[in-house]
């Protein structure tokens, strides 16, 4: 399912759901951190974040929170970074 919207209002009613899926494209530092605030604990092992705009030059705060969340990158293509959440 997609839900679209303001995030994280637009998370509101998502609960305790889990995820094996979430794109993020807001290109700023702060929602990127709630961001991965949200939906790292409720990732499905073997899902995965995407991240818009990781390491280009005019966003550089969406690289900032991943490295600051200690996430492991795998980068894709055009500035795209991929973060698979693996077993313990």
Known sequence: RIWAGLFPA??????????AFAHFD???YRPCVDFINFFWT???VGGCLV??????????GV???IEEAGLEVTEAVDFQ????KRGA
């Open 26 to 28: 807001c290109d700023l």
């Open 81 to 84: 970074a991929i973060v698979f």
């Open 63 to 65: 690289r900032k929170a």
């Open 10 to 19: 637009s998370a509101s009613h998502l609960g305790d759901k889990t995820f």
């Open 42 to 44: 409720r990732l499905e």
């Open 51 to 60: 991240f818009d705009d990781y390491d280009w030059p005019k966003t550089l």
